[in-house]
């Protein structure tokens, strides 16, 4: 019941500052600056759309894509990337068998947040 209620509450405030004719003007100006640069409008609404509604849920980004940002804003890519976003104090505990399953499933985290950065980057205004 208390998260009906705190959701009930942030749509209240969002409604009271103005939140949706800012974003609408937003939306408006970012598509604008989009088609300057050459991107379509329809790319750069759906990616602005995305966006405020992570911002609505009150997702955030979390801590490995973070982690995966600032190796690929700092180095770019590099070829031992997943060697770098292994935690050995896990790692060093595991079988083998458990090794193996721990870089594919990291492996596939690491694509994920590769994409998403990508996608980004792509859509930067």
């Known amino acids: 019941m208390d998260d009906i209620k705190s959701m ?7 409604m009271k500052s103005n939140f949706w004719e800012e974003c609408k003007k937003n939306l408006d100006e970012d598509a604008k600056k989009a088609m300057d640069l050459g991107v379509g409008e329809v790319r750069a609404k759906s990616e602005l759309s995305r966006r405020v509604k992570n911002e609505v849920k009150g997702e955030k980004a979390d801590d490995f894509y973070l982690r995966v940002k600032k190796l690929l804003d700092e180095e ?50």
């Open 76 to 125: 770019g890519e590099v070829s031992d990337a997943i060697g770098r976003l292994t935690d050995h104090e896990v790692y060093d505990k595991l079988s083998y068998e458990e090794k193996q399953r721990y870089n594919l499933q990291l492996s596939a985290k690491y694509l994920a947040a590769l994409e998403k950065y990508r996608r980004e980057k792509e859509i930067k205004f």
């Open 8 to 14: 009930a509450r942030a749509a209240k405030k969002r």
